[in-house]
């Protein structure tokens, strides 16, 4: 039989939990208590409304974002920007409060501090993940190195930040952290070295604008300019490759390089599709002719495909060299350093 319990009484159907430590025979012992479950008898399985308002506020719980320290200007703005979407967040003022507030309460997201260095934050999250094993980590840092980079990939850090900091850029990736599908595996590291690192991602847009946070740091070498233009068309060739090679299926991997040389920052991106022939491509704007410049709109619009196809004509414009393979499914991204 199913316990007796009042709406005003029963526990709050989230995924917090009261965790206690003690030591025993001189060992570290954990104790959990579940307080966020509603009670039911052996073999009885909850009513239907209340498997539906379990999820529903599973759903909240994990979608909440702690956000460590309120005193940086990054912070402050970040916690605007979700305050103005209506995503639940709390500030933690520090490490040890954050620590805290994860012990007694389900968190889905965490937004280290922007004074704190990388390998710092990496050792906090690894600690956190005790606690909340899936837990979701945007890391803001002063500077990165591709050490630093490459240990963030590994950790399954979700995105990776440091100044100048875009507060837009951050908090659309902690919201997609927080209510989307992304898993924290969708980033796989292949093998990594500070002068190329090759990753495979699923394809999801989300998941590309992940990437685009790590190929941010590891291009720093580069000046401002140059690598908004190399960005600029790595995103294009990234979202080209897993929409027309993938179809968006979350299934499917693009596979990425991100190479630096002496002289060079080379992107590589390969996608799972058949390829493509550049010239038989009439939806995009590079084939247009010179007396109609608007021609692939109109082709667009007739095949019933979104507004765009500026993609491989803006990307070939921010790069010093665009060269595909025979395929067509894999192209590379040049950009000289001097």
């Known amino acids: 039989m199913r316990l007796a319990e009042s709406s005003q009484t029963r526990f709050s159907v989230v995924t917090d939990r009261i965790w206690a430590s003690n030591r025993l025979s001189g060992h570290l012992a954990t104790i959990s208590w579940n307080v966020d479950e509603p009670h039911y008898g052996d073999g009885e399985p909850p009513p239907p409304n209340d498997l539906e308002s379990t999820r529903s506020l599973r759903k909240i719980a994990m ?67 005790l606690i909340r094993p899936n837990l979701k980590c945007v890391v803001l840092a002063p500077y990165s190195t591709p050490n630093e980079i490459i240990a963030a990939l590994r950790a399954r850090v979700f995105g990776c930040f440091t100044p100048p900091f875009d507060a837009h850029e951050i908090f659309c990736v902690a919201r997609n952290a927080a209510t989307g599908d992304e898993s924290n595996e969708d980033i796989e590291v292949i093998s990594a070295r500070p002068g190329w690192i090759a990753v495979r991602v699923n394809c999801r847009l989300a998941t590309a604008d992940r990437l685009m946070s790590f190929a941010r740091e590891f291009a720093a070498q580069l000046p401002e300019t140059a690598r908004q233009e190399i960005m600029l068309a790595l995103r294009e060739i990234l979202v080209n490759a897993m929409e027309h090679g993938a179809r968006f299926n979350p299934d499917q991997v693009v596979e990425v390089n991100a190479i630096r040389t002496a002289r060079t920052m080379t992107f590589r991106v390969r996608d799972p599709g058949a390829g493509f022939r550049k010239e038989a491509i009439t939806h995009a704007a590079h084939a247009n002719s010179s007396d109609d410049p608007t021609a692939h709109i109109v082709e667009r619009n007739q095949q019933g495909m979104r507004a765009g196809g500026y993609g491989l004509l803006l990307a070939a414009g921010t790069v010093d060299e665009l060269i595909y393979n025979e395929q067509g499914n894999e192209v590379l991204l040049i950009k000289y350093l001097d």
């Open 63 to 129: 979608s909440r974002i702690l956000v460590i320290d309120s005193q940086t200007p990054v912070s402050r703005e970040v916690g605007e920007l979700l305050s103005g979407a209506g995503l639940p967040f709390e500030y933690a003022a520090g490490h040890i409060d954050a620590l805290h507030r994860l012990r007694c309460r389900a968190f889905g997201v965490i937004i280290t501090s922007a004074d704190g260095v990388i390998d710092e934050a990496l050792a906090l999250l690894q600690e956190m993940r």
